[in-house]
Structure formats: C-alpha cells, structure tokens
C-alpha cells in the first residue's frame, strides 16, 4: 500500500480478508487474544499457530511502543511451524489504551524485561513447555538482551532482528546523512546538519525526522511506513480508529521516558557473553539499526552458538519485508536449537 488515502477507501475489503486469514481451524490449533495480568496491570497478549505442538516462539515488538500484534495476519506461514506469542508492551497499543497513564507508570527497559520474563513464565505454563525462543526487534532488541541476560534458563534461543548495537545510533545517522545526500534531499541534509553529530543533545522529534529521512531514503525495499506499519494498522481486523490513535499516543508517551535510555544503553554493563543461542537477522539494507554495526556485535558475542545472517530485499523490520525468507532462516538456522 503505497498511498494511505488509497488504504483508507480499500479498509473494510481489507480488514475482511485479513480476518479470513486469521482462521484457525485446525483443532490442534491455537487462537487467544485477550488481556493478562502481568507486572500488576492487564496487558493485551496474542498466542496463535496450527499445531500448538510446535516450539514457542515469544516476539517482543519494536518503537518504543509499536505493536506488532497487527502484524498477526502476515504470519500464517510463520504459525505452520511455531506457536507464535505476541505482546502489546506496558505503555503500547491495546495494553495503553486499557489502562492509560495513569496505570502505566514509569517506563524504562528493566521494568518492559521484568514484564517480559513475567510474559514468557505465563506463555510456559500456558502452553505447557519449558523454554521458548525469543525474537526481539528493534527497541525490543533492548529488552530482549536484559531478558535472556537475567533468565537465560527461559529460552532456547534468541533471535534480534533490527538488532541495536554499540555505535549503532551513531553509525545510522552516518549512514542516513549519505542516503539523503545521494539522492538530493537538501532540506533533509539541512536538518541533519542542524541535528548535529552528537546524540546527547538529540531530541527525539530529532530522532523521529533522522528515522523518515532514512525510510525515505532507503530504495529497493517495502518503504517501512507506508507499505508496512500503515496497512497493519488500518487492515487489522478487530483495530478501530480509536486503536490505532491509542497506538501513536502510546509511542509518544513512551518516547518521552525510554529515549534517554535507548541512545545510551550500556552494552559493556550487559556484557558479550550470554548462556543461550544467539542469532541476529538483519536486513540488508537497513541504515535505522546499520547491518555492519549489528554485525560487529554479534563478533563480539560468546554464546554456545551464533550467527549473522543478512535478509535480501529488507530493510528495517525485515520480518515484514520479507516474512518468507526470514521463517526459512529461523527454521534453518534456529530450529535445530530448539
């Protein structure tokens, strides 16, 4: 969808297809979607797949605060093979819009992990298995690290996709300075010159605009806004324009306590040696989290196993960009750890 106005005409045809989609039929299958009690207050949690024999596979969503549970219906071929969790983090999505600010309380990336791990012992008992796999994307790549770092006996494995790195906030705006520069974008070099080098002084609609610029920017690829977060959005079957402007409410209230903390989470404190498997698919033409920052880091690891892989024809959110290729990594590459 490349046209939001478009999007907006074709919703309803949409929305009745994805909820086709959404169907689980097989009677070994799984379906819930419903509110859990988790760190004191009720979060939104999805748990979906045709065999709920399959391994676990738990996904921590990006932003700070953008939902992926929308994203549920891209997944049909994903749920052949794992059981897949998702969750609508404490200050995003459905999760925001039924308890507000007030309920919410502080943010910072301890308390989302220590919701997490409390997330992953509920999806255990639930599903009755012992581990389960971790993917975090993007922000949740964050809190994906300080999970695995605090309870590496809950999982299997651990996937990053758009995996944050050290240097890597730095190393996009390099990169996206660049991108713009290649393709004439004055105005748009003009305000990273103005943002200035130096993160400290960042603001986040600083952050915001670096991020558009780079979308923009970045060809060859599904443009991340408008050909993948928008039509997850508007063509999620059970989201109302209420949902949806719940979500970007969220981001915001969010961004305003996570930012500080996302330009300057200690890698060296977390550390490079971890207890579990550890993977990280990157897109290949990602600049928001940079493949050679992301893949410097994961030479930096000790894990009893890992590996780099690059995903053809992404860039940020490669899951969605490129969904089919992504599973065939994970079964190659991650499945036999489970």
């Not at 989609?21 to 979607?33: H, N, Y």
């Not at 990273?192 to 923009?216: E, F, H, P």
């Amino acid at each position: 969808m490349a046209n939001p106005i478009v999007g907006m005409f074709i919703r309803p045809l949409m929305q009745r297809r994805n909820k086709r989609k959404l169907t689980i039929a097989d009677p070994k299958g799984i379906r819930e979607e419903q509110f859990v009690m988790l760190g004191g207050i009720e979060q939104w949690v999805t748990i979906r797949g045709q065999d709920r024999s399959n391994p676990v596979l738990v996904i921590l969503h990006g932003g700070p605060a953008s939902p992926y549970t929308p994203f549920n219906s891209w997944l049909g071929e994903w749920e052949q093979h794992f059981t897949i969790a998702q969750w609508d983090q404490r200050g995003a999505g459905k999760t925001f819009k039924r308890n507000g600010e007030a309920a919410t309380g502080a943010l910072s990336f301890q308390k989302l992990a220590e919701d997490g791990i409390e997330l992953v012992e509920y999806v255990r008992k639930h599903l009755g298995v012992k581990k389960v796999i971790l993917l975090g994307s993007s922000v949740g790549s964050f809190i994906g690290l300080l999970m695995i770092r605090q309870r590496p006996d809950l999982f299997c494995a651990y996937v990053g996709a758009e995996q944050n790195g050290p240097g890597g906030i730095e190393a996009s705006y390099v990169a996206t300075m660049e991108a713009v520069r290649q393709i004439g974008d004055k105005k748009g070099v003009s305000s990273l010159v103005a943002m200035g080098t130096d993160k400290t002084s960042w603001t986040y609609r600083q952050y915001l605009n670096m991020n558009k610029l780079a979308i923009n920017a970045t060809k060859d690829v599904p443009h991340m806004i408008n050909d993948v977060m928008l039509p997850a959005l508007l063509f999620a079957p059970d989201y109302k324009m209420s949902d949806i402007k719940a979500v970007q409410k969220g981001m915001d209230y969010s961004a305003a306590q996570l930012f500080v903390e996302m330009k300057n989470f200690d890698f060296e404190k977390v550390g490079y040696k971890f207890d579990v498997p550890f993977f990280v698919f990157q897109g290949e033409s990602d600049i928001l989290t940079p493949v050679q920052t992301a893949k410097a880091y994961v030479e930096r690891i000790q894990a009893p196993k890992k590996t780099f892989v690059s995903i053809p024809h992404a860039g940020h959110l490669a899951e969605f960009c490129n969904p089919h290729q992504f599973l065939q990594d994970l079964l190659k590459y991650v499945s036999p750890c489970v």
